[in-house]
């Protein structure tokens, strides 16, 4: 079972541990910013390469952005991931920039997760994670292609994205749930029944979108007022909101600015008094 060292989570002095023993630290990356369609932005193999140098071990990316260059940007700037964790998904194919149709053929899945093996030149992955479940495709024969590739060496652990409590629980009846991956922030708990769901079972939590938006994070806002007598930003204060919420939860706070990253790691260092957390906790 997962856990974390629980307490005032600081981020990067707190873990989280998979069933199999691997820890990673409670920060982690998300990696969609760092690529575009037509070109690899300016210093984005310098961004994923900081990441580590601040301490981040947990990275994620998936087959469908950029076809696979997000992937491959990672290997350029990171491999061989001593001591990282790099988690990619597949089952969310994107034929063009606004669209994304899931794809959850077994075979599909097969040939994707492939791909990536090559496209991060490893010899198994880390973390895959089935990015949609496809609503053609029967739910075990999804979960099931994951498992086969699990049973052979090609995937070390088995995780989905954006699934409620039925669907996750279907899914372990099949083969074992490392991770679920689904929106969640301070000001969007639509996910919270399945984050509890997942800190009662010991499965991680990996919140994309983790930062919180809206009126509430302006200056004159609930999570600006807090943020500013913490010195921090709203940005920051949202992150360590997230490490404090549950030790289960690894947010993947995602940018392509340097700047930006070094500013999102410091939010492992921000202590959030009972109080902080009980005025930023009643916003949802």
């Not at 998904?89 to 063009?96: D, E, I």
């Not at 090609?154 to 074992?176: D, F, H, M, N, W």
Request: glycine share 10%; aromatic share 6%; charged share 25%.
């Amino acid at each position: 079972m997962g856990d974390g060292d629980g307490g005032e989570a600081s981020g990067m002095t707190s873990t989280y541990t998979f069933e199999d023993g691997l820890s990673v630290h409670r920060l982690g990356f998300g990696a969609m910013r760092l690529t575009e369609w037509d070109h690899v932005k300016d210093g984005a193999k310098a961004v994923a390469r900081r990441a580590a140098e601040l301490g981040v071990t947990f990275f994620d990316t998936a087959d469908a952005y950029d076809l696979g260059l997000n992937e491959e940007l990672l290997a350029d700037a990171l491999h061989p991931y001593r001591g990282l964790l790099v988690a990619t998904k597949c089952g969310h194919a994107r034929p063009s920039r606004g669209e994304w149709v899931p794809l959850g053929r077994p075979e599909y899945l097969r040939q994707q997760a492939e791909l990536s093996l090559r496209r991060l030149r490893v010899d198994h992955l880390d973390l895959l994670q089935l990015h949609r479940i496809d609503p053609q495709v029967p739910l075990a024969d999804q979960v099931g292609a994951l498992a086969r590739l699990r049973d052979e060496g090609k995937v070390a652990r088995i995780g989905l994205s954006e699934v409620s409590v039925a669907q996750l629980t279907e899914a372990r009846a099949v083969a074992p749930i490392a991770s679920v991956q689904n929106r969640y922030n301070l000001t969007d708990r639509a996910s919270d029944d399945v984050l509890g769901h997942c800190e009662r079972e010991g499965i991680a939590f990996v919140p994309w979108l983790p930062i919180a938006r809206g009126d509430h994070a302006t200056a004159g806002g609930v999570l600006g007022k807090v943020a500013a007598a913490l010195g921090a930003t709203p940005a920051q204060v949202s992150l360590a909101w997230l490490l404090r919420r549950s030790p289960v939860v690894i947010p993947i706070p995602g940018t392509s600015s340097i700047a930006h990253l070094e500013e999102n790691c410091a939010a492992a260092e921000i202590g959030l008094s009972d109080a902080d957390f009980e005025q930023l906790t009643a916003l949802g």
